[in-house]
């Protein structure tokens, strides 16, 4: 891929990855953007564990970190395979700098830079706001949503899979972290947009949990066992309540559950939806086809409140089309418009099978025309190319190209990500 060299002249302010003694500045001007609290010592230095220096990027007003993004090297499940991608982190521009451009430079300079080291074909990242990264050619990708089960409302189907075999046990979760590590990777193949965890991710994320400032326990795991093997596992935490009248009305809220066969699934579900004491049950960042709403004998009992989850965008156009798995054959050409990102804009003919997958440029007449936020939005198979077009979004120009593209795009399970980057 051809992409041209970086021009600093262009930038409005200097930008460049930040030094060891400056990334308490970076961490501190990100943490003043998103209004969160200054960073101790001791978070700090776990930020620092899981930060590549090389591919923060930082805008200075003279001395002053002024704008921030980083990047984590994820290896993460995409549809056909498990691949490389790019996650966007940390980005943030200092209120006395906001609407001059900042944001805009560290956005144009990732992406090149991106594209440059060639390692990743896709960006993902999670938006604090929603209205930030369509600009930048982000498309929403998947959802997530809450779900909030009542005491009383988490009966499962009579029919759902049970296994007697399955044991049930409380633990430590720092103990069993290599227990949660293999559900998590066996789980996380058979779910496009879950990331695979280094220890020093386990290690963030555990710190996360036990910061959490509110009224509920430290972090609690389930673990459901087969023999010597563990199928699944879940965290969560309780929080004790008695309303006016003395009776018990306490809350639970699930951090994630992630089980390898159904039968772990439902054991788990019926242990954290009939604990005893407990008058509301909340699960967060859980898909949009989450097995429970089906196990449930009154779906319709459980609120799923949805949310937008993880943000796509392609960086090297041809290549994540050319590596991608498709539900069914395809020959489109496509022509795509990339304000961001020059060298994907123009017609790519994509032709694609279940085996086999090309996408090269073109010059034949555009089969179908959308902006690459559009595209990135369908890439990981949970977004419909024809809600779009429905929309006016994309414009086509043989009858039934967009059908044709949008059924080859679909993947089995909806795209998640359970874990915010």
């Not at 996408?359 to 024809?386: F, K, M, N």
Request: aromatic fraction near 8%; charge should be negative; charged fraction near 25%.
């Amino acid at each position: 891929m051809s992409v041209s060299p970086c021009s600093a002249d262009s930038d409005p302010w200097p930008i460049r990855p930040v030094t060891v003694d400056e990334f308490p500045a970076f961490c501190g001007t990100c943490r003043e953007a998103l209004l969160d609290d200054p960073i101790d010592e001791e978070r700090l230095a776990s930020v620092l564990a899981i930060t590549d220096l090389d591919r923060t990027l930082a805008a200075f007003d003279g001395d002053q970190v002024i704008g921030t993004t980083r990047l984590f090297s994820f290896e993460m499940t995409l549809p056909g395979g498990s691949r490389p991608v790019a996650g966007v982190s940390a980005v943030g521009v200092l209120p006395t700098h906001r609407r001059r451009g900042v944001l805009t430079a560290l956005m144009r300079r990732q992406l090149r830079d991106i594209a440059e080291r060639g390692a990743e074909a896709v960006a993902l990242l999670f938006a604090s706001e929603g209205g930030i990264y369509g600009r930048f050619g982000y498309g929403v990708a998947s959802l997530l949503g809450t779900v909030t089960v009542r005491r009383g409302e988490g009966v499962l189907r009579a029919d759902a899979p049970r296994d007697p075999g399955l044991r049930m046990r409380m633990a430590d979760p720092a103990a069993v972290r290599a227990e949660l590590a293999q559900v998590h990777e066996t789980a996380r193949l058979a779910r496009v947009g879950e990331f695979r965890r280094t220890p020093q991710l386990w290690d963030w994320l555990f710190d996360r949990l036990a910061r959490r400032k509110d009224q509920f326990s430290p972090i609690k795991c389930v673990l459901v066992m087969d023999g010597s093997e563990p199928v699944g596992y879940a965290l969560y935490r309780t929080r004790q309540h008695y309303d006016e009248h003395g009776l018990a009305d306490g809350a639970m809220e699930v951090e994630e559950l992630f089980a390898t066969r159904p039968a772990a699934l439902g054991a788990l579900w019926e242990f954290l939806l009939n604990r005893d004491l407990i008058g509301k049950v909340t699960a967060f960042l859980r898909p949009a086809d989450d097995p429970l709403l089906y196990l449930l004998t009154d779906r319709h009992r459980a609120r799923w409140t949805p949310d937008t989850g993880v943000w796509g965008r392609l960086v090297d156009l041809p290549r994540a089309l050319s590596e991608r798995s498709y539900a069914a054959p395809v020959d489109v050409v496509i022509e795509v418009a990339d304000a961001m990102c020059p060298w994907n804009e123009g017609r790519w003919r994509l032709r694609a099978d279940r085996e086999h997958a090309e996408c090269i440029r073109t010059d034949d007449p555009a089969d179908l025309s959308l902006d690459v936020g559009v595209l990135s939005s369908a890439y990981l198979g949970g977004e419909a190319l024809t809600a779009y077009a429905a929309a006016g979004l994309v414009r086509e120009a043989r009858p039934g190209a967009v059908a044709e593209l949008s059924a080859a795009l679909v993947t089995p399970t909806i795209p998640a990500c359970s874990m915010i980057f």
